[in-house]
C-alpha cells in the first residue's frame, strides 16, 4: 500500500502564490505517474497537472501559471501556484499510480483546501 499525504493549502489573495507538496510513503517502489487533480464545490473532480518519467501534462487552465516538478528521491511530488484566481478555489487532491506484477493501482490522497479570495 502507497500513502499520499498533502500539505500547503491555505487562504490566499487573487495574484498570489502557493506551493502544494505530496509525499508518497509506504510501498513507494514502482510508482510511476504522479500527479494533481481538484474539485470546487458542486463541481466533478478534474486533472491539474500530471508528471510521469519527466514528462509533464496540464489542464488548459492552468498552463502558464502552475509547475508540477517531482523529487523522486523524496517520493514527493509538488505544485508550484502562481497568478492564482478564485476560480482555482478547490481541495487539490494527490494522485499516484504504481505498476504491479499484474494491476496498476492507484492512490489517493486526502486532499488539502485552496481558497482564493477575490
Known amino acids: 500500500q502507497v500513502q499520499l499525504v498533502e500539505s500547503g493549502g491555505a487562504l490566499v489573495q487573487s495574484g498570489g502564490s502557493l506551493r502544494l507538496s505530496c509525499a508518497a510513503s509506504?510501498?513507494?517502489?514502482?510508482?510511476?505517474?504522479m500527479g494533481w487533480y481538484r474539485q470546487a464545490p458542486g463541481k466533478e473532480r478534474e486533472l491539474v497537472a500530471t508528471?510521469?518519467?519527466?514528462?509533464?501534462t496540464y489542464a488548459d487552465s492552468v498552463k502558464g501559471r502552475f509547475t508540477i516538478s517531482r523529487d523522486n528521491a523524496k517520493d514527493t511530488v509538488y505544485l508550484q501556484m502562481n497568478s492564482l484566481k478564485p476560480e482555482d478555489t478547490a481541495v487539490y487532491y494527490c494522485?499516484?499510480?504504481?505498476?504491479?506484477?499484474?494491476?496498476?493501482?492507484?492512490?489517493w490522497g486526502q486532499g488539502t483546501q485552496v481558497t482564493v479570495s477575490s
Open positions: 509506504g510501498r513507494v517502489f514502482g510508482i510511476t505517474a
Open positions: 508528471i510521469s518519467d519527466g514528462s509533464t
Open positions: 494522485h499516484a499510480e504504481q505498476d504491479r506484477p499484474t494491476v496498476v493501482a492507484y492512490y
